[in-house]
């Protein structure tokens, strides 16, 4: 499988998040476990507050116990790097995505993997 470009994986407490997870900022998220790597399950994104955004799935899935994060500079960074982090892991098929990540409201942005 491809990097995710990510740091981590971390265990997924709101403890950890708060270590880690040190400014507010645009970002791209991982949600899996350990076997003994770390195994992607999830793939998601916040526009304007990473820290925020993986706190809401803290005891959420009894499967997605440890995340992996990346800031982003740019909401098209954002859109960009979950769409690429998707489809290399799997997509819908591999991944609990049940879609392609959708663009933001008012951009015409196309998945820069498959053009969606």
């Known amino acids: 499988m491809a990097p995710l470009g990510m ?22 998220y991982a949600l899996g ?7 992607v399950l999830y793939v998601g994104r916040s526009y304007n507050d ?5 706190k809401s799935w803290v005891g959420k899935e009894i499967k997605y116990n440890h995340f992996e994060f990346s800031y982003a500079a740019s909401c098209r960074k954002v859109f960009n790097k979950q769409c ?3 489809h290399d892991f799997g997509g819908s098929k591999d991944l609990d995505n049940k879609h392609h990540p959708e663009r933001p409201d008012g951009t015409e942005w196309k998945c820069s993997v498959c053009g969606v």
């Not at 740091?7 to 791209?28: C, E, F, R, W």
């Not at 476990?33 to 195994?39: E, I, Q, S, V």
């Open 50 to 54: 990473i820290k925020t955004r993986l």
């Open 7 to 28: 740091h981590g994986p971390y265990q997924l407490t709101a403890d950890k998040i708060n270590q880690v997870v040190t400014k507010k900022s645009a970002g791209n």
């Open 33 to 39: 476990y350990m076997d003994p790597g770390f195994t």
């Open 84 to 86: 690429k982090n998707y």
